[in-house]
Every structure is written in C-alpha cells, then in structure tokens.
C-alpha cells in the first residue's frame, strides 16, 4: 500500500460495535490506531494510547490501555483513525488474520480466503481496516499459538503469483484492529479451536509443498540455486545489495532473508554473515544495524532455512542456522508428491486448492496490523496537496460562525461587565446543543472550566443556568471543573493542562458519551505567572502565554477559551501585550456603560475578533438575580444567569449611543493607541495640575496645562522595549507623533506663554459628548 494519499479507512460506526463483540467491549484492553506512512512511501497502523494518542501502546503495558469508550472518544475527536482491541495470553478470544484476501473495487474474495471464512462461518468476520483483508474472531480453549504463513497464491485463484498472508493468534499478546465492517450476521462468538487446528495443517502443508518445489528446482538447475531459476540475482548482484541496500521496487525484507539464504548456502555461519554484513550501514542490514538487532534478524531468517515439522514424514535438503546440512537427500530424484497427513488430529476432508505447491517466503506484509515494538514513521508533519481528495469539512465549527472546534481565543472585558457569567452560559449551550448568540451548537460536547479566581462560585452559577434554561437542574451535566489552575508560563504547563484535560474527558465520555470540546480557563491574568513588572505588556511573553492555549487546543482537538481583562485604555482591549489578542482566533469582548455604583448598563457581547467568520457583531444581554434555595442562615442564595435580549428590545440598550469618538478615528492601531493615551493622560493633567491662563493674544481664560507634565505622564505608561536610550526615543516619537495628530484634527491646541508650552483641549465640550468621561465633567465644573 504505497501512496502518498493517506489509505481511506473501511469502518462503520465504531460506536455500534455488532453484538458479537459486546464481550471485547466488557474489558479494558483498548487502543487506538492511525494511518502513518513509512520512508518507503508504505502505510502501517500501530497502536497509541488512547488518553495519549502522541505516545504508542504497548501490548506487554497494561497502563498504556484503556476502556472502549476512551478510544472511541479519541476516535470521535479525530485523534486517531480506529481503534484497536489489545488480545493477551489470558483471554478467552483468538483472531486469524486473512490479508490480501479481497479485491477492494469488487469486494470478491479469493478461493482460499473462501475456505477459511467457511471454516468459521459459526463465528463472528469482518474486514479489516484497508478493505483488502479479513478478520475471524471466536472462542478458544487451546494453548498459545502464534503462526504467520505468508505465500504465494495459486494458479486457482484472481490473480496467481500474488502475495497473501494468514496469521494465527491464540494465547498471544497482539493488538487487532476493529473495524464493525462485519461479514455475515452471527451474533455471538463461537469456538475456533478446530479452525485453527486446521489452518495449521493448511500453512505448513503450502509451505512444505513451496519449499519442495524449490529444492526439486535447485538440484535440477545445479549450485546453489542463485543466478537460476530459483532466485533472480546473481552473485555481484547480492553483494551490490549487501554493500548499497535494496532498490526501491524491492521488498526489502523478503531480499534480506534471501541474501541470508545465499550466504548459509555458500557455507557461512551467522556470526560471519553479521561480522560482513555490518561492514555497510548503507546495505541490506542497515536499518536492522542502526536498531541493534541485525544479529537477532539474521537468527531469525536463518532459522527459516532449518529443518521444518511437517504433518507428514519425509526428507527434504535443509541447511540449519549454522549452514550445516541437517538432512541431505541421496540424489536429486523426481519430486514426488507428498503422502497424506496421518488421521489425527481428525479433521474435515482436505480441499484439492490445498495440492498447489506455493513459495515459502516470508515477505513483509505493509498491510498487516503492527505491534509497537518496531513503529516506523516519519518526523515530517503530514503534506496536504491542493486538488487532492480530502474528506474532511472546510470549516469546523464549534459554535457556527462564532468559534471553531479546534482553536484558541479570549474573552475579555472590563472587571465586573459579567465575563464569568457569559462564559458558563457558553458552556452550558455547547453542554445541551441548544444555540448561543442565535448560532448553532454543531460539536455538543462536554465542558472543562477551570477556575484561577473565583473558583467557590462555578458550582452555584453553572447550578443556575442549568436550572433556569436546561431543564428543572436534576439532571447531570457534561460540565466539570477544576479549582486550581496551573502556572501557565511555568515549564511543563502544557503537559498539565493536557493531563487534566485527559482527565476530564475520559469522566465526560464514561458518565455522558461525549468528548471534551470546551475548555474555559479563568482567568488568564489570574495562573499566567508572570515574573517582573513589567512582563505583562511584553509581546514575546504574552505569545508565549497564547502558545499554551493553542498546544493544548491541538492535543485534545478542542477549543480553549481564556477570560481576560480590559486595560486602562479601553480602547486598546486585552489588558498587556497586543500578542494576546493577535495570536487569538477568536475574541468576544463584554462591553457596557459602568457607574461609579458598578452597575452597568447597555451590556453586550461583541465579536471583536473571528477568523472564520464575521466580527463587529453584538449582542445585547442583561443579568437576571435567580434565587438558589436557602443557605444554612436561612436567607435566600442568590446568583446571577445571562437572559439574551434580541436587538432593539426594551432594555437591549439603556442609554443612546454615542457617536464615534474624535481621538479615534486614526487608521493605524498603533497611532490610535497613542492618541487615545494622549487623551486620557491630557485630562488627567488638566483637572490635576491645570492652570486657568488666557489664550493669547487677546482670547479668554481657558484651562491648560504645561506639556512636560503631559509628556511625562505619557512616558510613565507607554510601554518600551531596548536599552534605556532607546526607550526613550520610541516614547519621544510616539508623543510627539499623537501631539501633532490631535493638533491637525483640532482636538488640542498648543501655546507658547512665556517660556512655557502649553496644552489645552480645542472643543472640550464636543469631547465631553463623545468621551463620556467624568474628567471632562469635572473640567466643564
């Protein structure tokens, strides 16, 4: 299977397994599987751990298991391909792997596959994950077996001279992939035993039958059978191969085992086939070389040459694993055909397709199911091709045109604007599938809060929503959480994060069925961590803090949402580093008009930011008190729950909207930054330390203040980053830059009174209609 297009998987609903299977599903020996593609171009599907799809599963592991419904949540999550049944020594269950066995346009199945699916037609078939193999399962009670015969097909069948593969597992440690792709309509598994008594007796007996032909091929054409009909290479071939490695349209496994072959036919020993072999770690060996078992490999194919058990008597010319000859034929002789297996054990009549004699090879098989003991894979992330068939959606959304499914974002907002209240209403929509803002819930999934602050309140607020718009709040939620959150800008908050999150969905998919798909941290200001003073507003700290939502977003495949802080200056959003916000998906903000009292009217979420979708949408919202029972004081419990009122509604908007405010009407966000800074710092000035003087020459006292002190308060919080020097001149640039632009936009007016510059506000009225700013009332006072 070699193709640069990841092999489609044939599955069905992984989640309704038939019922023949219901006694797997019963135990914890689950993993998952994913297509991964070797150097050679070839596909293999080794198993990983299902609560830690980056990490392999080990069949001699049993912490590396885990339940049937951990791997299906990984599954559902698009973590992994398919899952992968863990089969031990101590289970009741056998498998026989059928491979190359069934034409993938037609679905027909070869003659020999036939017969083994005849044997077992009492018990439970399916196909395996490529399409182009079969899977038998049942009961056993015999011992340990663990046989693989790989052959050539017979003449009988689609396509002669075609690789196919049968291998036995009995008593054995195996991961086995499921698929639900089922054969026939058993319902339950049944004994296997005497199936597997006969495949036995099958594959030695098409092995004996190969091995016969060869020899018979050998004495005839003389030698050692190489540079012959029996073997493709001629000498300066193989040691070309020896030294260089095999050609790329070679399987390389099945040339090491024949080039092992020449040498113990020439008289060699395994320890002077390994000393000339690792000579060359560019050769046939080498990749066997770099894993330190080129030595246990050489054993391993030289044994394939010793003197086999057959179910019947006879000689053959063998050569044992030191390259003696264990047996040795009198004289080359006409091969005759092999006499009968004797009658025990008894079994069914043998079929003629069994008379064909076939090739004893054993090539490797890319389409078998792999154990972790020798995972191969690429380093290199996988490579998307324009134009290239692709199954998966354009866009996944979590909320529809709101929040993806996979992603990192904030929600932010000034300190008492119902940050927290809006989130768990969030989380309560993708909890239930019921919509937010309006928009569908297309992933519902369970939800993970973690509470940095505020964290004795998360039972009583989520308690409230769900009683008052999920149903009478009897009914358990697929809603969880933490109250203690990890340091997010410590070393290994990542792996945290991660391990919490495992946690929670495997709870969310045991209790509610569903994968964890939300995940809200708040907030972020509260576990960032941060070191110095200062560190906050650094660009490269505040990616750094992003980075770790986004690593954790990718691991699970969900989204992360952090609760965030509005700065001083409103305008300029998430409190700190401007990186926050960039590097964000998404960003809702919640906005509205806060007294002195801390009410707040005019409350709305806006989208200030959406990737996938539109933004500068808001929605207006108001608090509603919700009473909780009685606390142990017998008075009333009370929390607050989000009602969404739809636009224009009575109470949607308290107060008329103010019109653009002048100070920002600059296209460059950096600019518009400083201006507004200049604002802020200009009417702190004017009402602290302004002076009443006359506009010269000849104009009316008017409030001003000198411009040093405004130039010195705005260096005081505008951050800089490089030496002191350099500080400063970044600071002097960008003062002088929003002085000349207010002046231009006759919003300031500079004066030279004496030896003194002066600052005062050119239409303070019109700033106090628009900034709706206490300052400002305060001047005009």
């Not at 050489?298 to 030191?322: C, F, H, M, N, Q």
């Not at 068939?389 to 929600?411: E, F, N, Q, Y």
């Not at 203040?705 to 405004?710: K, W």
Request: proline share 7%; aromatic share 8%; charged share 25%.
């Amino acid at each position: 299977m070699s193709s640069n297009s990841k092999p489609i998987t044939q599955q069905r609903d992984l989640a309704k397994l038939p019922w023949a299977l219901a006694p797997l599903l019963e135990r914890p020996q689950w993993a998952v599987w994913r297509w991964t593609q070797k150097p050679d171009g070839t596909w293999q599907k080794p198993p990983f751990m299902a609560t830690q799809p980056d990490r392999h599963a080990s069949t001699s592991d049993p912490s590396t298991w885990s339940s049937y419904e951990t791997a299906l949540a990984a599954v559902r999550s698009r973590q992994a391909d398919g899952i992968s049944y863990i089969l031990t020594e101590n289970d009741p269950f056998a498998a026989i792997d059928l491979d190359h066995c069934r034409c993938l346009e037609t679905h027909s199945i070869d003659i020999w596959g036939q017969l083994f699916l005849e044997r077992g037609r009492n018990t439970y078939t399916e196909v395996t994950p490529s399409g182009t193999g079969c899977r038998i399962w049942g009961l056993v009670n015999g011992g340990p077996l663990h046989k693989k015969f790989t052959l050539k097909a017979g003449p009988r069948e689609f396509e002669p001279d075609k690789i196919i593969c049968a291998e036995l597992f009995r008593c054995t440690r195996k991961a086995l992939t499921i698929t639900g792709y089922r054969l026939n309509t058993v319902r339950e598994l049944t004994n296997i035993d005497r199936v597997l008594d006969w495949a036995v007796i099958w594959g030695e007996r098409r092995k004996a039958e190969a091995a016969a032909a060869e020899e018979a091929a050998r004495a005839t054409n003389g030698g050692n059978g190489f540079n012959s009909d029996a073997c493709a290479y001629s000498i300066d071939q193989i040691e070309h191969f020896v030294r260089e490695g095999a050609p790329p349209e070679a399987n390389r496994s099945e040339l090491f085992h024949t080039i092992i072959g020449h040498y113990l036919g020439c008289g060699w020993d395994q320890e002077k086939i390994f000393e000339h072999l690792q000579q060359f770690r560019d050769g046939i060996g080498g990749r066997y070389l770099s894993e330190s078992r080129l030595r246990s490999e050489i054993s391993r194919s030289a044994s394939k040459y010793g003197a086999v058990e057959l179910p019947w008597s006879g000689e053959s010319v063998w050569t044992d694993g030191g390259g003696q000859q264990a047996k040795t034929a009198p004289a080359p002789q006409p091969v005759q055909p092999p006499p009968p297996p004797p009658p025990s054990p008894p079994l069914e009549p043998e079929d003629p397709e069994l008379e064909d004699p076939e090739l004893e090879d054993e090539p490797e098989d890319d389409d078998a199911d792999l154990d972790e003991d020798e995972p191969e894979q690429s380093d290199l992330p996988q490579l998307f091709v324009h134009g290239s068939a692709d199954p998966r959606p354009l866009t996944t959304w979590l909320v529809k045109h709101v929040l993806p499914a996979r992603g990192h974002g904030l929600l932010s907002g000034q300190w008492g604007t119902a940050k927290t209240f809006t989130a768990i209403d969030l989380a309560a929509a993708v909890a239930t599938g019921q919509p937010f803002l309006g928009r569908v819930i297309k992933r519902q999934s369970g939800v993970l809060f973690i509470a940095a602050e505020g964290a004795n309140q998360v039972r009583l607020r989520f308690d409230a929503v769900w009683k008052e718009k999920c149903g009478d709040g009897k009914e358990r939620a697929p809603f969880c959480w933490y109250e203690v959150a990890p340091t997010l800008l410590q070393k290994g908050s990542v792996e945290k994060l991660i391990a919490m999150a495992r946690q929670a969905e495997v709870t969310l998919m045991r209790d509610f069925g569903l994968p964890l798909g939300l995940i809200i941290i708040d907030t972020i200001a509260a576990c960032a961590g941060y070191r110095r003073s200062g560190e906050e507003n650094d660009n490269a700290v505040g990616q750094a803090l992003m980075n770790v939502l986004k690593a954790v977003a990718q691991k699970i495949d969900c989204y992360v949402l952090g609760v965030d802080h509005f700065g001083k200056d409103l305008e300029a959003g998430t409190r700190g580093a401007a990186a926050k916000e960039s590097s964000a998906d998404s960003v809702l903000v919640c906005l509205g008009r806060k007294e002195l009292s801390g009410a707040i009217t005019n409350a709305r979420l806006a989208v200030r930011k959406n990737r996938g979708g539109p933004q500068g949408q808001e929605y207006p919202f108001s608090l509603r008190l919700v009473e909780m029972g009685l606390d142990e004081d017998g008075e009333p419990e009370t929390t607050m729950v989000v009602d969404w009122l739809p636009a224009g509604a009575a109470g949607a908007q308290t107060q008329p909207e103010p019109g653009p405010d002048p100070w920002s009407l600059s296209r460059r966000q950096d600019q518009r930054t400083a201006v507004l800074r200049l604002k802020r710092v200009l009417l702190e000035a004017l009402k602290e330390q302004g002076v009443d003087l006359n506009v010269p020459p000849d104009g009316p006292a008017v409030r001003m203040v000198d411009q040093e002190i405004v130039r010195q308060q705005f260096y005081a919080c505008t951050p800089a980053e490089g030496t002191p020097a350099q500080k400063t001149e970044f600071r002097r640039k960008r003062f002088n830059r929003a002085v000349d632009w207010a002046e231009d936009q006759l919003l300031i007016a500079v004066h030279e009174i004496g030896l003194v510059t002066y600052l005062r506000l050119s239409r303070p009225e019109e700033t106090k209609e628009n900034a709706g700013s206490e300052l400002n009332e305060e001047l005009d006072d």
